[in-house]
């Protein structure tokens, strides 16, 4: 992606432009003001396109000639029933917007509108998203209206942050909810040469991810670089992986300890080798196969696999494995993990090995609504709370997979563990 800045955000957006930023995209911001209330009789489409291609002139024609060739503007309304429903006037608005919203199907409309220096359009398209929401209690509402988050947001609600815990699915391009249809904006920048084409597709679908993350570690104050993308790419070859790498990822996870000791030694020699994770669950037998190098075991859940790292450690001279312990927070026991109120005293017990070092917990959700793996990812949150001590502190939560990965950073993730949304789907055959 091209650093220089080329391109003025015709938006106060914090989202957006974390979002334009993450994806390696340079901005300056030069914010429009205008009317944006609809038209007598103006339907929901028509009237984002409008409000965007209406922003993106005003900044184009209030710009210098030293100002940047290009101008970009987005507008996102939330409809219901066909109807455009605006930002709260108040927060009892806010409050009525909401339990009309309760248990319904709405839509999310982003239009975005990309102007050269001479005010051509180039590009101006929309985007729709349905959202879920689940049926929602007046307490949950009022509480939630009361942290003043809905009352600069279309539809009086932010998916990417407190009201993540309302939705049930989101079904099109989520970014669109947060406020700019990402995937769209950016093959329009590359197709007029605002910035760099991507070198290959894997490229342009790490941008879309890291431009995620970065509106999501916004949405809650937090630095995007207090969060770690693990790649996962099992059942993908050392081709896609050096792809990956050339692209600028270099954090990957594997599942299986065979495939990734094999790309470990294929790709060893890279000018940026990968930083590996093993994020299976690993049976004690198979700590002797992880390769050297690894930076992090995410799936302890046994005291003979804390063992045998132990006893792994002790024959390779390394100092310790860092590790995390995986906790199973749903219902099937079948589910590896340990359950949470087995937690404490597996860290004490851990604690006995000098060579095994807990740096967090990890889960994995349910398969279910996005509002129930918010939920579950909140608690593993608590309990990390409850469990860190000053000499363990458990600094690290892994959670967060494709499908769920901005809520999981909302609730306090630092790794997030994406496979298809990068690579695609799988395309070796079964596990050595």
């Not at 911001?29 to 409008?50: C, I, K, M, N, Y």
């Amino acid at each position: 992606m091209n650093r220089s800045p080329r391109l003025l955000l015709a938006s106060a957006s914090p989202r957006r432009l974390a979002m334009l930023q993450g994806a390696g995209v340079a901005v300056e911001v030069r914010a429009a003001h205008l009317d944006e209330a609809p038209h007598t009789g103006e339907s929901p489409g028509p009237h984002a396109l409008r409000v965007a291609l209406e922003k993106a002139v005003s900044v184009a024609r209030s710009r210098s000639s030293e100002d940047q060739p290009f101008v970009l503007a987005s507008d996102t309304v939330v409809t219901l029933d066909g109807q455009i429903l605006g930002k709260p006037l108040d927060a009892l608005d806010a409050v009525a917007t909401l339990r009309r919203l309760s248990g319904r199907l709405h839509h999310v409309l982003t239009a975005f509108a990309l102007l050269d220096r001479q005010g051509l359009i180039l590009a101006h398209e929309l985007t729709k998203t349905a959202v879920q929401f689940r049926p929602l209690t007046g307490e949950e509402i009022e509480a939630y209206v009361a942290t003043g988050e809905p009352l600069d947001k279309a539809g009086a609600y932010g998916i990417q942050g407190g009201a993540g815990r309302f939705v049930e699915s989101v079904d099109g391009p989520y970014e669109s909810v947060v406020g700019l249809p990402l995937a769209a904006v950016l093959a329009a920048l590359h197709r007029f040469g605002v910035v760099g084409a991507p070198a290959d597709p894997f490229a342009l679908r790490l941008a879309l991810v890291r431009g995620r993350i970065a509106a999501a570690a916004s949405a809650v104050n937090r630095s995007v670089a207090d969060v770690t993308l693990v790649a996962v790419s099992k059942r993908h070859d050392a081709a896609s992986l050096r792809a990956a790498l050339g692209a600028g990822q270099r954090d990957f996870g594997e599942n299986y300890t065979q495939e990734l000791a094999v790309k470990a030694l294929a790709l060893a020699s890279e000018t940026w080798p990968p930083r590996w994770h093993f994020v299976g669950h690993l049976q004690s037998r198979k700590a002797r196969e992880l390769p050297a190098g690894l930076v992090l075991v995410h799936a302890l859940d046994s005291d003979s696999t804390a063992a045998a790292l132990e006893r792994e450690a002790q024959r390779r001279g390394l100092s310790h494995f860092d590790v995390l312990v995986q906790v199973n927070l749903t219902p099937d026991p079948q589910r590896s993990g340990l359950r949470a109120e087995d937690v404490p005293a597996f860290l004490e017990s851990v604690e006995r090995f000098e060579r095994v070092r807990v740096s967090g917990l990890m889960t994995l959700p349910a398969e279910g609504p996005l509002f129930a793996s918010r939920a579950t990812f909140a608690r593993l949150a608590t309990l990390r709370d409850a469990c860190a001590t000053p000499t363990r502190p458990l600094h690290a939560l892994s959670m967060g997979m494709s499908a769920d990965f901005d809520q999981a950073i909302a609730e306090g993730a630092t790794i997030v563990r994406i496979g298809t949304t990068l690579f695609g789907e799988r395309v070796l055959g079964s596990p050595p």
